[in-house]
């Protein structure tokens, strides 16, 4: 049956079973569909064989036509969502203003045909792929839908004809059974034997799964059916087993049984294990005690083995059981599967997520039916999903196929909610983290190294250093922005424990332990992973789940929270065993649980109104919580200190990145404000003196002059002193978390990063912390950001440097800012870089200076802070403690006296903390909460806390201890001090009496032992404990080894100093004045100026505050101001005091020598600039002035650049000129419209080349070769408008033998600049200029040349008569010579610089006509070029820029060496023809076959060159004159005949007619009218010169008249005035004049000696009188026209168009660009290249042509040349210009190298998008393409951009 039903033709048999379904009675139908599928869809069959496909496609229509049938199906489509799947590298939008989702994008249709107009809106590649949500209200607003997809369609839409679908009812089931039989059949276990190929699998089923991805495009209806059948139970338990009798489908479905078996979490063997035995199998049981429990507080975790990789007993690593806390066992149970769709997501994770499943997948979402299912079948998988990916050996790939489906899922809350509800996501992804990450524990090291019992995540392994976890991450932290599902996980306790439990694996990871001896010998650079691991794992689920605790009502969370992170934390310290002091030389810089519970706390006090103590441990466990935060800010400083330099360079990396923007927010943030808390709760004495301890930098407090440190090197003490103070200053000042709001925060943000530097909009952005959830895409009120940038900064817009660096459009801080606003605090902690904080004192300074405000070196300003909130009110407290004022006094003390080691940055800090506590005032200082035994140890130094009392409390004696060297000790105290002592101490305080009599008024102070007895204190709250500590201990218990410095014994100081007494001393010093402040100062006090300045103005500024708050101490200050007496420093410090002294003056010394070198080299610097040129920009002079020098009286004297020796160029030592040659198409380019051709950006647009001008040069070489003489052609017309070679040079000179030293030590020497010195390539030695070559520079006295100016008023005649012998004259072969042999050379390399193609034109190759008109072309080129530079007419004359560096002179006279040796036939000459009437030779001269060129369709210019080059040099002015006279006479006629040929017949008659009268005047050969008349009357009666083509004069319909004839006439004469003006310019240095546009012609006509008299520049020149004759004009005319009228009829027909040769061109242009760079890239980003039709992976565009190529593609490559490369070489000679469609930017090809130039297009900021990253709209930079435009056209793309490379032709 199924044979002969096969036999049929399919089309018919689908059509017959089609028929026989749609019967009421259709079992036999069935019955024979039925057994066709089996014979066609068996899957013995291989997956290779099509037939199945087509078979089904052909039932499925029922026999129609496929496409047809798609059509059909498409119309039914209601639906409303776009869904456009896409994968990596599509590019598509994403629209802030209209997403609800913060993942919402779109399709570049849809984008384009919604109205998003001034919204927030980028483009962006897809890194991962993704779906278009246009039309899904639940991601986007309705607002942003496009066109398509806003109309409701669902109403209009008719209803599906019943037969329609029925087919694909029937066969697609078993079509999708078939493809999950061939994927159960492929897939092998990666643990098999066999070999593993899944993707050869794959490539055999593409045709199967590519035809069920096109059915899902079928719309609407298709996927309704598909929905039916993918998730039809019932269809499934039928056929998924197969029919028993099938012993392959039975063994097919045994496979899936047995793949299905390890898909749980925990697989079969290992529960049957756990089961059996608790005990470790293997032999690697010691693996338990190693790895510990995960966190042994939390009542659900136990340990379990788990054999990991299947059967093989690799070795056992730690899960966590998860017992009766997973409300749902399911999830470590294997999977079931009920419906084809759950076994279809099996096999494509199986597969490990293959695109085209995954687009099969995601094209069904719009079905509403399948999301829901679809997404609970994804949740029922996460599990396995995650195990497969930590397998998986392309893990990068697979995170994004798994990303790109769960975010389409997950995006939408509806949806998370319900699956949440229903299949507990939330628990299913917590439980599957926590497994990832227990892969990977390891034991913790902090504090103590062998009981410690917490392990941590190693962040060495691959699954943190690949971030494999992050897909699960981004989905949890995508899952956490719905606030519905964050409530449900805020709500559940035992889940939010779990959590704390997964962030502790994360607290203290990778350890960093001080290198103390030697250099590590590996750097490891796992820090990267751990810092990424806590920014993504723990810090941005925290941002998310805080974004939902904002009002008062989520208080209980916070507060749940809150008591899981105490809980956690206390946890963490008992496994750690830690009591109080943190270990030594250990750092870790993550502390996620720290942080999670300070982040809470902000938000709580700041949002939800909550009292902070309510939150707060007891004091033991805040002394705890503060320790390692605080051990960060010690090491961040002693990193900064090198103390840790032999920890390799990542430990620096490790302090940048805690620090730096994106990682600020979520670490140094929360732990500085942590420890404000701990701070404004915990004793103040005890907290200062832990700073000081964890700094290290107790030892140095003393005030002694000399110290012992233990743990410091000296010169380390320092900083770490600086860095205490500073980190104090921090601490007491920063209000972050303690009252700022939101704004205030991102004003002071914005403006710390604009101090440091003016930024541009996007890296601004990019610095500013992003405050909430960092994955909103949303900047902290985002609209609020351009408000506050506007208001603090002012927009600099892009300015172009002649240099040509490109500068971006950058905001500056406006002033009021610097003034008012400057936070030097603020800037310290955001730096990432030191050097940030000292460019913005820089800055600071400069602003100051620049308004006025200070002139010197100033000081950080002081800024006023915002309010504290309440809460945090005890931070105060730290400002006005005793422990802090003894620290004060002994500093300000240890500075007055010079002590090492101190600094002005440790004064200024000091006086900020005095500042500080001033403006601070603890308000309700009530005395009776101290406890009573305070006043045990220090109450001696200062009676209270309060600073203002403190600041004139003066102390007279202290006790210090100090090594026996010291000055201290050398003198005994006079027996009368203690005597003194004890007196004054018993009238002024009670005494303690167990202290020695006379030492019982000297204070003693020691931190340490102060923050023992602190700590003593709070711990046991008992009196009786803390008398014990009075000695201290740090040195009284330090064990001393042999050979140690020597003892410390104990002295008396005398001081006497109040704080006040040592700020005035201070000011004295500082000012150098004795009396610096007088009794009365305060009185006439003005604070306002007070704000900026240095440490004079701040100590002025503290003492009037002082002032102003407490009358005793402006009477204080008045009495010491009045004593004034200069500061006579104790006695026993003389010698340190005046080494001090003698040290300064040497340093000022020193300074002053410094100044007078600096101020020599800069005025040999700026000589040396002046004689020398500067590259930069083309305007500057030249040192010397080529052109005039030939005027000089003796011979030209040259410096050599190498040896810098002067003097003339010799036969035998000949000097150069330093050049560069380069091949130029840019002549080529012109057109004739001044209009820039437009850049075609549609279908439509095309650009052609046929009007340039090279195409015109080339177009009438051939036709000229086609008929006449080819030697005599080639000396008719130029070449090198393409690839002509152009030289130009920086004017420097140099000797030949010199250079060719110096290009040998470039050879030898291997750092090669970008340039290739086997090419001849190298930089002028003097100014860094790129050349190739050298000029030999003629030897010759100035003198002679006098001669050749002066004019000997001979007639024409003769001279023609004299022009015409020098002509004759042969070119005699120089001698051999040195100069001779480089001028060889030098033609050589002007010939190997352009490509071959564009020097032989001849019809033989190599010939030396070819040659010939190679050279005289490249005199040509470079005048014409200059004529370019220039604008393209001489109206500015004088030297122009590129006159002054001209080496077109030297030039000329090489070429005329050469030319002279190509000598012109004398029967061709052309001048003959010019000056005689010939005989009639007709007979004798049509004898060869090509007559010559008439001198009609010559080019003049060309014949001017010619005749120049080859007379001997140099050439008399008079014979130059000459020579141009009689070639304008040729000039004009040929324009005269030209004009002609564009009137219409009758117009010809009448000027023929009123020509004629004329003709009899006496001056009729200088009228244009007579002459024309003639011209007309001789070309008339010849048939065949107007006759042709009489279509082309119509064009014409203007009438001429005479003034517009003149004008025309005029205008074809100048391109030839302006060259030889030019050339005589050059050749006489003559100079140009300016003139206006409209009397360009007269007066060049008078420059070049055309019109005789002087009257002439008054009244304009007629283009007719500059004629001059010797012979009749008319016959000469008529022999003229002769030659045209003499060509056979063949070659008639051409006299027209070559006749007419317009020498007209406008200056060249680079394409016209639109405005927006996106309809650029629309249309070239997808647009297919025309040689291999396939989209490139990097499309360029040609600037020049607009040409389309492939950069870097190996489909358009030629004999190993790339495209551009070759294009570069075909349109430019060598230079092409390409933008770069997918990056915005330009590269510039340049010969073997090429640049990345910057881009034109910027954004709405000035700023350029290289690689379209930001993907902001850009606009064209007018500006920057002009600059562009300009060094293309002036060659100077070599010299202007720097950083060249080689590219090997791989562009």
Known sequence: MAASLLRRDKKALAAQLKADLSRTDNSSGLRQLQELLDGELNPEKPATDTEAVDWCKCLITGGECFQDFCKTVRSYDHNTLCGLVWTANFVAYRCRTCGISPCMSLCADCFNHGDHTGHDFNMFRSQAGGACDCGDSNVMKETGFCRRHRLRTGENIPSIPQDLLLMSELVLPRFILSVIQYLRDGYTEPDSSAERDLQKVLQQLEPQIS???????????????????????????????????????????????????????????????????????????????????????????????????AGQSVGQRKRVKLSSSTKDLCIIESLKHKCFLEEFLFWTIKYEFPQKMVTFLLNMLPDQDYKITFTKTFVQHYAFIMKTLMKSHESDTMSNRIVHISVQLFSNEELARHVTEECQLLDIMVTVLLYMMESCLIKSELQDEENSRHV?????????????????????????????????????????????????????????????????????????????????????????????????????????????????????????????????????????????????????????????????????????????????????????????????????????????????????????????????????DYFISSVFERFKVVD?????????????????????????????????????????????????????????????????????????????????????????????????????????????????????????????????????????????????????????????????????????????????????????????????????????????????????????????????????????????????????????????????????????????????????????????????????????????????????????????????????????????????????????????????????????????????????????????????????????????????????????????????????????????????????????????????????????????????????????????????????????????????????????????????????????????SVLGHRCKSEEAKKLPTCDEEHIYSADTCAVAHDVRLTLLQRFFKDSSCLQSVSIGWDGGVYMQTCGHTLHIDCHKSYMESLRNDQVLQGFSVDKGEFTCPLCRQFANSVLPCRPGRGSEAGTWHTPTNKKTSVLIKEVRDLQENLGL????????????????????????????????????????????????????????????????????????????????????????????????????????????????????????????????????????????????????????????????????????????????????????????????????????????SEFSNSNNVYAVDTENTMLSSSVWSPQSMEFNLQQYCLPFLRLSCLLQHHLYGDNLTGCSEEEEFSSLAVCLGLVHHASAPSNPVNSASCLEWVVSAFELVTQWCAEVKGLSPAQAELSLTLLVQDPQWAVPHLLQLPDNYNIIFQYYHRKACTACKKVPKDPALCLVCGTFVCLKGACCKQQGVCECVLHSQHCGAATGIFLLINASVIIIIRGHRFCLWGSVYLDAHGEEDRDLRRGKPLFLCAERYRVLEQQWVSHTFDHINKRWGPHYNGL
């Open 211 to 309: 035809f069920l991805e096109e059915l899902t495009k079928m719309g609407g209806a298709m996927r309704t059916v598909l929905t039916k059948i993918l998730t039809n139970q019932q269809a499934f338990k039928e056929l998924s087993m197969g029919q028993e009798e099938n012993l392959f489908a039975k063994n097919n479905y045994d496979k899936y049984l047995s793949a299905l078996k390890n898909s749980g979490l925990v697989s079969m063997e290992e529960k049957a294990q756990s089961a059996a035995s608790d005990t470790p199998v293997g032999a690697e049981g010691g693996a338990e005690v190693l790895l510990g429990s995960a966190a042994p507080g939390s009542p659900h975790e136990s340990i379990k083995e788990e054999d990991q990789d």
């Open 456 to 684: 941590v995540v190693n962040c060495s392994e691959a699954l943190l250093k690949n971030n494999t976890y992050w897909p699960l991450v981004s989905d949890f932290i995508n899952i956490l922005s719905h606030q519905s599902v964050a409530k449900k996980f805020l709500e559940d306790h035992s889940l939010l424990m779990l959590w704390m439990s997964f962030v502790s694996f994360f607290q203290g990871m990778n350890l960093n332990k001080r290198e103390l001896n030697e250099h590590v010998e590996f750097e490891s650079q796992t820090y990267y992973a751990a810092f990424a691991a806590e920014l993504e794992a723990c810090a941005q689920p925290m941002w998310g789940l805080l974004t939902h605790c904002k009002v008062k009502e989520t208080q209980e969370y916070t507060k749940t929270v809150v008591r899981y992170c105490l809980e956690t934390l206390q946890i963490w310290f008992d496994a750690i065993s830690f009591n109080d002091e943190p270990s030594p030389n250990q750092v870790t810089f993550h502390l996620p649980l720290h942080r999670y519970y300070a982040m809470f706390l902000s938000k709580a006090v700041k949002c939800q109104g909550l009292d902070l103590d309510s939150l707060l441990p007891d004091q033991e466990m805040l002394m705890k919580i503060m320790v390692h935060p605080l051990q960060i800010q010690a090491c961040l400083s002693e990193i900064h200190s090198n103390m840790w330099v032999r920890n390799g360079l990542q430990i620096k990396g490790q302090a940048m990145t805690y620090v730096q923007s994106h990682f600020c927010n979520s670490m140094i943030d929360p732990d500085i404000y942590l420890l404000q808390v701990c701070a404004s709760r915990l004793d103040p």
């Open 700 to 1224: 140095l407090l003393t005030m002694a002059s000399q110290h012992q440190n233990a743990v410091l090197d000296a010169e380390q003490e320092r900083p770490m002193l600086e860095g205490a103070l500073t980190f104090l200053v921090i601490l007491t000042s920063l209000r972050i978390h303690l009252g700022m709001t939101d704004d205030e925060i991102l004003r002071a943000e914005m403006v710390s990063q604009l101090c440091m530097n003016d930024r541009t909009h996007s890296s601004l952005l990019d610095l500013i912390p992003e405050n909430p959830n960092p994955k909103s895409g949303i900047v902290p009120g985002s609209c609020s950001f351009e408000e506050m940038l506007s208001a603090v900064a002012d927009f600099k817009a892009p300015v172009f440097e002649p240099g040509g660096s490109m500068q971006q459009g950058m905001y500056t801080p406006k002033a009021e800012v610097w003034e008012k606003e400057f936070d030097p605090i603020m800037v310290v902690l955001r730096t990432v870089y030191r050097r940030d904080v000292q460019s913005a004192m820089d800055r600071y300074s400069a602003f100051l200076k620049q308004s006025g405000l200070h002139p010197g070196n100033p000081w950080p300003p002081y800024k006023a802070r915002t309010a504290l909130h309440p809460c945090y009110k005890g931070l105060i407290k730290l400002l006005h403690c005793k422990t802090l004022h003894i620290v004060i006094f002994t500093l300000l003390y240890k500075i007055w006296m010079d002590h090492q080691n101190m600094s002005e940055h440790v004064l200024c800090m000091v006086l900020y903390l005095i500042e500080l506590g001033l403006d601070n005032q603890v308000q309700d200082s009530k005395e009776d909460e101290e406890p009573c035994i305070e006043e045990h140890c220090h109450d001696s130094w200062f009676p209270g806390t309060n600073l203002l009392s403190n600041l004139h409390h003066v102390i007279n004696f202290v006790r210090v201890r100090v090594p026996e060297t010291a000055p201290e000790v050398k003198r005994e105290a006079p027996p009368s001090t203690s005597s003194e002592a004890s007196s004054y101490g018993q009238n002024s305080r009670r005494l303690s009496a167990n202290w020695r009599e006379n030492l019982r008024e000297a204070q003693v102070f020691s931190l340490v032992a102060e923050r023992r007895r602190k700590f003593q204190e709070i711990i046991n709250r008992s009196s009786s404990e803390a008398n014990q500590v009075v000695r201290p201990k740090s040195s009284s218990t330090r064990w001393v080894p042999p050979g140690t410095p020597p003892q410390l014994v104990t002295e008396i100081l005398e001081i006497r100093e109040s704080m006040l007494s040592l700020l005035i001393k201070l000011h004295q010093k500082l000012s150098s004045k004795q009396n610096s402040l007088s009794a009365s100062w305060l009185d006439n006090m003005d604070m306002s100026h007070h704000a900026h300045g240095d440490g004079i103005t701040a100590i002025e500024r503290i003492l009037t505050k002082a002032a102003t708050r407490s009358c005793q101490i402006k009477r204080s200050i008045q009495d010491i101001c009045g004593k004034v007496s200069p500061p006579v420093p104790p006695k026993k410090n003389s010698p340190t005091d005046k080494k001090a002294m003698d040290k300064e003056e040497r340093r000022q010394r020193a300074r002053e020598r410094q100044q007078k070198l600096l101020a020599e080299f800069a005025s040999r610097q700026k000589s040396f600039m002046e004689t020398a040129m500067d590259v930069e920009s083309p305007e500057t002079e030249a040192a010397m002035d080529l052109g005039a020098s030939e005027m000089m009286e003796s011979e030209v004297l040259y410096d050599c650049v190498i040896c810098g020796q002067s003097g003339p160029s010799t036969e035998d030592r000949p000097t150069g000129l330093v050049v560069l040659l380069q091949a130029s």
């Open 1373 to 1576: 072969f120089p001698t051999e010579s040195n100069l001779s042999k480089e001028m060889e050379l030098v033609i050589e390399d002007i010939k190997n610089t352009t490509q071959k193609k564009y020097m032989d034109y001849g019809k033989n190759p190599g010939s030396p006509d070819g040659d010939f008109l190679f050279l005289y072309s490249v005199a040509r080129t470079n005048l014409e070029l200059e004529l370019v530079h220039r604008g393209g007419n001489l109206c500015c004359g004088g030297a122009s820029a590129a006159a002054k560096r001209s080496c077109l002179n030297q030039l000329f006279h090489v070429l005329a060496m050469h030319m002279r040796l190509y000598s012109i036939d004398s029967a061709y000459n052309p001048w003959t023809k010019l000056t005689q009437l010939t005989q009639n030779k007709e007979a004798d001269g049509f004898d060869e076959e090509s007559p010559e060129v008439p001198m009609l369709f010559r080019d003049v210019p060309t014949l001017l060159i010619i005749f120049v080059l080859t007379m001997p040099q140099p050439l008399r002015k008079e014979h130059f004159t000459c020579l141009v006279k009689m070639l304008y006479n040729l000039q004009f006629i040929q324009a005269l005949a030209a004009l002609s040929t564009k009137m219409s017949p009758e117009e010809r008659q009448a000027w023929n007619t009123s020509g004629a009268i004329k003709k009899a005047a006496v001056n009729a050969d200088m009228s244009s009218e007579a002459l024309l008349s003639h011209i007309i």
